[in-house]
């Protein structure tokens, strides 16, 4: 959704279509500081609407997203606009602290400084931010102008550690504290023409003659505004310029300001001139961006930008300049289907969007012919790793193949990026699937959800078409739970992938303050919960923020699990839970590996290295691996020794299932029974059906209680299993 839309949405009062959307674009790869800043206009229509509350709450989860993806420094710019949008918002200003104590925790006096600027509360947000931009920016020699005149002056001394700031003026030297130096001055670069005037006079008159346009660029960027010629003339034969001079150096000035980019002059007798930031016209800067762009996503975002741009200075798009990059994207999507259709209709897609803007049809009906003449289309689609072109490939999917829209549609469900998928379940209800459809989809994303994730997501969010959401929030949860256990595990799963996965998983369980966590928290019992607990405290993939935030909110809702219980065998990683069996056999194991292994492996090293010339002895080389993998092993053994305890019939729980149950279960739709021990990793044996209880299996079980549902994909056949009973497995 376009942010003119959101912002029309937020107005309206539609706080629940908002935040859906909001969450939408957080959940997105793309997402960024800068994403953020866009958004601003979303809030502030928000506290117009006197949603205030809300408004607050989105932008702490924005910022919670940021702080996960990206620094302090990075993220502290955007979290300072947001604070300006929300003042009063005690949880933002929060947040702004402790981006601020982070990003500069190497400075000594930082929090003296954080609480002389009042930024925790005592102060105007926007006061205090100026306080903390000005005093963090400045040092030592740096150079100021004053706010309400036209003086200067220069840092003599700071001492960081109380933030006293010694200021010397034409005038003479004075003392200001923090915010009596923000209120006063602000920085400016040593080629101000007012710090030139004040305190480099030499310099300034060889400025003056060798390059005059800069001296007048200074001044119109002080003056922040749209000057005459007259007025210019005046300012500078007050202090610079002698009146004799004038005629001479005028024209040379003049000549140089036309030359600039930044400066635009207008008007004859007087002129006027204005200073801009940006040096080439908005067109330019896209128009030469764009050439060096090859990647479909970024060329998205650089027309987006553009239509962005023109909606915020309220100018119409230039027609021409649109036509000319559909017409470049055209040349070269006709290029690339010939090797490598996913990119073709990729480009074909981003030339859709400029099209929208032109109310032409010539890409659309391009993409849909690639879609039209492949056996695969789902596989192209699929293959897009520009999320928003998804819904306009949709789109041309429907046109391409309208017979066979609703099968391609099931097939792109279970894999779409999360953006998406609630596209296509309403392309889906549209094109007639049923609720008992929608339920078997809702099982095959549950039973794969490494490879369904942001499927699963979605599901935790909670669809809104009819034959979707019917998975209790728990087993979503255990899903998800799982999913993350599992990235710290599976090598086949790239670094950035899994960090982009934990990334939305942290975003969806903080959702709404963590509403939906809390929801799953109200229908558990305290076995349940010692299970979540115990889950959550090994994903460090998580994040530590948002994991210490879930286990408060299960410490607040079950505080009988801070007091250790007599027995949470799964619950303690120090300690590994063997019975006495099991530990005879990881004795001897460890007996013959010291006697006999590692003695055999020493006797071998002595005599290969009597054969001699040890550079060129492979035998010799062999045996010293052997003896480092030996040695290895050894710690290991030692370090599960160290931890390992013998659990007794007398400690396991009948009530729930835990470490030496014997659980009893049953396929919820085959009915077919299944039977499993869970011990220790030394008595596990499949042919027995006994599990390791550390085990993702094992693991998922823990806590359940008879009557309980469990999803449980390791068993044959995969699906859900009902708890009929729990036994003592040492009985």
């Not at 909110?553 to 065998?569: C, D, G, K, M, Y």
Request: hydrophobic residues 40%.
């Amino acid at each position: 959704m376009e942010i003119e839309a959101l912002v029309q949405l937020a107005g309206s009062g539609d706080v629940a279509g908002v935040e859906a959307q909001w969450m939408t674009v957080l959940e997105s790869e793309w997402t960024s500081p800068d994403t953020v800043v866009e958004l601003l206009p979303v809030l502030a229509a928000l506290v117009e609407a006197r949603h205030v509350g809300e408004a607050s709450t989105l932008a702490w989860a924005a910022l919670e997203t940021l702080a996960g993806r990206y620094s302090e420094v990075e993220v502290l710019p955007a979290a300072v606009r947001v604070l300006l949008q929300l003042p009063d918002s005690d949880e933002i200003r929060e947040q702004v602290v402790g981006l601020y104590r982070r990003a500069y925790a190497d400075r000594p006096g930082i929090e003296v400084l954080l609480k002389e600027a009042g930024i925790g509360g005592t102060c105007p947000a926007r006061r205090a931010l100026r306080t903390l931009e000005v005093c963090l920016q400045v040092g030592a020699g740096a150079y100021l102008a004053a706010r309400h005149d036209d003086s200067s002056a220069r840092i003599a001394e700071v001492d960081e550690r109380a933030w006293q700031f010694q200021v010397r003026t034409r005038e003479g030297e004075q003392q200001f504290g923090p915010v009596e130096l923000a209120d006063r001055y602000q920085p400016v670069d040593a080629d101000d023409y007012r710090v030139l005037r004040d305190f480099d006079r030499e310099r300034l008159g060889e400025m003056l003659e060798k390059d005059p346009g800069r001296i007048v660029v200074s001044i119109l960027q002080a003056q922040g505004r749209t000057v005459d010629g007259d007025e210019l003339k005046d300012m500078l034969c007050a202090s610079l310029i002698d009146a004799e001079r004038w005629g001479k150096w005028w024209p040379k000035a003049r000549t140089a300001l036309k030359r600039c980019p930044n400066v635009e002059i207008d008007g004859r007798s007087p002129f006027y001139f204005t200073y801009r930031r940006e040096g080439r016209t908005l067109e330019e800067e896209t128009r030469g961006g764009f050439v060096r762009l090859h990647d479909p996503g970024k060329q998205l975002a650089a027309v987006e930008a553009y239509l962005r741009e023109c909606k915020a200075r309220k100018q119409p798009p230039d027609r021409d300049l649109l036509s000319a990059l559909g017409e470049k994207l055209a040349a070269r999507a006709g290029r690339q289907e010939k090797s490598d259709r996913p990119l073709a209709l990729a480009t074909r897609l981003v030339q859709r969007r400029i099209e929208q803007e032109l109310g032409e049809t010539r890409a659309e009906a391009a993409a849909v012919h690639i879609l039209a003449s492949t056996s695969e289309p789902v596989a192209i689609i699929q293959a897009l790793d520009v999320v928003p072109l998804w819904e306009s490939a949709c789109r041309c999917l429907e046109q391409a193949w309208p017979d066979r829209r609703a099968e391609f549609f099931a097939d792109l469900l279970p894999v779409a990026p999360l953006a998406a998928c609630e596209d296509i379940a309403a392309r889906l209800t549209a094109a007639g699937f049923t609720p008992e459809r929608f339920e078997k989809l809702e099982q095959a994303i549950l039973g794969d959800p490494i490879r369904c994730h942001d499927a699963l997501f979605w599901l935790w969010t909670g669809p809104s078409h009819e034959g979707l959401g019917k998975t209790d929030p728990l087993t979503l949860l255990s899903r998800i739970l799982w999913l993350l256990s599992e990235l710290r595990r599976r090598e086949d799963i790239g670094k950035e992938e899994a960090r982009g996965i934990s990334t939305t998983a942290r975003s969806m369980l903080s959702a709404r303050k963590f509403e939906r966590f809390r929801g799953v928290l109200e229908g558990v019992e305290p076995g349940m919960a010692l299970t979540l607990r115990t889950q959550l405290r090994r994903l460090d993939n998580l994040g530590r923020v948002v994991r210490e935030d879930l286990l408060k909110l299960i410490n607040r809702r079950f505080p009988q699990l801070s007091v250790a219980a007599t027995v949470e065998p799964w619950a303690d990683e120090s300690v590994l839970w063997v019975t006495s069996s099991g530990m005879v056999r990881k004795q001897q194991e460890m007996e013959q590996h010291v006697n006999v292994k590692m003695k055999e492996n020493a006797r071998r090293i002595g005599e290969a290295a009597a054969h001699g010339d040890l550079s060129e002895n492979s035998e010799y080389k062999f045996a010293l691996e052997e003896r480092d993998l030996l040695r290895s092993r050894l710690v290991q053994m030692q370090d599960q020794m160290s931890r390992a305890k013998v659990i007794s019939p007398e400690d396991i729980p009948t009530n729930h299932v835990g470490v030496g149950s014997r659980v009893v279960l049953r396929h919820v739709e085959a009915e077919t029974p299944a039977e499993l021990t869970l011990l220790g990793p030394w008595d596990a044996n499949l042919a027995r059906h006994i599990y390791n209880y550390q085990t993702p299996l094992a693991q998922s079980m823990m806590g359940r209680t008879v009557g309980e549902v469990v999803e449980l994909a390791a068993l044959e056949p995969a699906g859900r299993y009902e708890v009929v009973a729990i036994e003592n497995g040492l009985s």
